[in-house]
Nanobody, 124 residues
Framework: VQLQASGGGLVQAGGSLRLSCAASGRTFSRYSVGWFRQAPGKEREFVAAIRSWSAADTYYADSLKDRFTISRDNVKNMIYLQMNSLKPEDTAVYYC?????????????????WGQGTLVTVSS
């Protein structure tokens, strides 16, 4: 499966953005998908994930679950990350990733496929 993230940009603190991840492949519904982010000089960190079999089966980084929402549309082969009340510390390159394995979803090593990333910059 191939992934392409989009929707990043410059936003003021307190604003919102919706990131999109377009996936190729007819069997996309079999893949669990996650979002990660990487700020300059920092390690890639988990943001959110959603299981293949249930759009209601979602996971979030504890610090982000009140502001971020992950969703998917298996008909359109799309994954979304709605980000609200953005803060300057949310500035990072955001990546979507996918896996067909049944495993945990909170580590980069849990995923087999990665998109190219989209830059989100939050100004204060």
């Amino acid at each position: 499966v191939q992934l392409q993230a989009s929707g990043g940009g410059l936003v003021q603190a307190g604003g919102s953005l919706r990131l999109s991840c377009a996936a190729s492949g007819r069997t996309f519904s079999r893949y669990s998908v996650g979002w990660f982010r990487q700020a300059p000089g920092k390690e890639r960190e988990f943001v959110a994930a959603i299981r293949s079999w249930s759009a209601a089966d979602t996971y979030y980084a504890d610090s982000l679950k009140d502001r971020f929402t992950i969703s998917r549309d298996n008909v359109k082969n799309m994954i979304y990350l709605q980000m609200n009340s953005l803060k300057p510390e949310d500035t990072a390159v955001y990546y979507c990733a996918a896996t067909s394995r049944y495993n945990a979803l909170s580590e980069p090593g849990d995923y087999d496929y990665w998109g190219q990333g989209t830059l989100v910059t939050v100004s204060s």
